[in-house]
């Protein structure tokens, strides 16, 4: 089993729509959360991060839930420029070091 | 502006040579990272520097060497034992390792694409 688990999609979605992704973690001791947004052959670029149950910014949401082990990012009003790709990124904290785990992504893709 | 960055952006090697690839901060952040990216594959830990003069491997270090001989530099270098070594790398760096947030987010360069001739 992977540590970071992401449906890779893609997820095709019309203007104007609501997305939300998910995203499954192996290690129940993990601290804290990120979701990046990654644009076509460019790096990733922190989104959000997530350190209690919860973080809203704008348009986007994203949900821990430690006894599921899961976290999930919500687009609200999707817009063109959304589209790339979500990466679900968990920091296990293992050994007293910061060593995140990224997942392999989500593609997004807004149409209008 | 304070940022990260990578040079070259592309970068082309021959069977048999070493090369670097340079990573600058000036977030003055204690930790630095090395990552590789392929298609279709999320980011894998190369190495990765808590303070100066100090590194640690990551999950695929072979074929892999660094140095971190001051704060700010953090130079990755491919040598001819990488088998694969065509890929994305990019450079991050947070402010510690010591502890989560916020030490543990991470700020990303703009990546050296490789390609192996």
């Known amino acids: 089993r992977k540590e970071v688990e992401q449906d890779p999609g893609p997820f095709n979605v019309p203007e104007g729509a609501t997305v939300a992704f998910n995203c499954t973690y192996s290690?129940?001791?993990?601290?804290?959360f990120f979701w990046y947004r990654q644009d076509c052959r460019k790096e990733p670029k922190l989104l959000m991060s997530?350190?209690?149950s919860g973080n809203e910014d704008g348009r986007f949401t994203a949900q821990l839930n430690r006894a599921s082990q899961y976290i999930s990012l919500l687009i609200r009003d999707s817009k063109l420029s959304d589209s790339a790709t979500y990466l679900c990124?968990?920091?296990?904290?293992?050994?007293?070091?910061?060593?995140?785990?990224f997942g392999a992504g989500t593609r997004l893709a807004v149409h209008p | 502006d304070g940022g990260i960055t990578q040079s070259p952006k592309y970068l082309f090697r021959k069977e048999g040579q070493n090369v670097t690839l340079s990573c600058e901060q000036n977030l003055n952040h204690d930790a630095m990272y090395w990552y590789r990216q392929d298609p279709g594959q999320g980011l894998r830990l190369i190495y990765y520097s808590q303070i100066v003069n100090d590194f640690q491997k990551g999950d695929i270090a072979e074929g892999y060497s660094v140095s971190r001989e001051k704060k700010e530099s953090f130079p990755l270098t491919v040598t001819s034992a990488q088998k694969n070594p065509t890929a994305f790398y990019l450079c991050?760096?947070?402010?510690?390792?010591?502890?989560?947030?916020?030490?543990?987010?991470?700020?990303f360069g703009p990546g050296t694409r490789l390609t192996v001739l």
């Open positions: 997530v350190y209690s």
């Open positions: 290690n129940s001791a993990s601290q804290s």
């Open positions: 991050a760096s947070s402010i510690g390792a010591s502890g989560p947030h916020p030490g543990d987010t991470q700020y």
């Open positions: 990124v968990v920091n296990p904290f293992s050994g007293g070091y910061n060593k995140l785990i």
